[in-house]
């Protein structure tokens, strides 16, 4: 969530090998109040979303589940989010979790669109509570599909937001869908050892 004096809630953005960028961001427009309740500002999601929009973003993955943010506020965000002329897309994750089975096969549907869009250089917005953990968790296996090893996966979205990837089972998810990418990094060479 922002700081209540900070409307646009961007966290972080990580320029991808091969092209694109990929924006973390906790949700946007949601505040917390002086009394610690959760209230959603509407000029707060329009400023972030066109911030996002200037720096070409094309798809929005929103990570966070429907009690971590005001009732009704995925719709509202949807509406919004397609209004600035992104698809949007809901891939929810527990807070600092990491994802199942279920959203892996979900997430292998939208991989190629993702990739795709990389490619022709545009950007792709990952949206959680805060802007941390699940944005920073994903925007790291993306890292780590498109060439990087975990750790320099996890050293690039912490260089550009150090609270990123919030907890150690975000961390062994992340070495676990590795497949093996730095084991061949090291034996040609190429990657840190």
Avoid at 3 to 12: G, H, K, L, Q, T
């Amino acid at each position: 969530m922002a700081d209540r004096d900070e409307p646009i809630s961007i966290r972080a953005t990580v320029d991808c090998p091969g092209g694109g960028r990929l924006v973390t961001l906790g949700a946007p427009g949601v505040t917390i109040d002086p009394r610690g309740e959760l209230w959603v500002d509407p000029e707060g999601i329009d400023e972030t979303l066109a911030a996002l929009a200037a720096c070409g973003t094309d798809l929005f993955l929103f990570l966070a589940r429907d009690g971590d943010c005001p009732p009704g506020y995925r719709t509202l965000l949807r509406r919004h989010v397609r209004r600035w002329g992104m698809a949007f897309t809901a891939l929810p994750i527990d807070d600092f979790s990491a994802p199942g089975a279920a959203w892996m096969r979900a997430w292998r549907r939208l991989e190629g669109r993702a990739s795709a869009l990389l490619v022709r250089d545009r950007a792709i917005a990952l949206c959680c509570s805060y802007g941390a953990g699940r944005s920073g968790m994903i925007a790291a296996h993306i890292l780590n599909a498109r060439g990087l090893s975990v750790e320099e996966a996890l050293s690039t979205v912490r260089r550009a937001f150090p609270e990123s990837v919030e907890s150690p089972l975000q961390e062994d998810w992340l070495h676990n869908r590795d497949n093996g990418r730095a084991h061949a990094r090291q034996s040609t060479g190429k990657g840190k050892a």
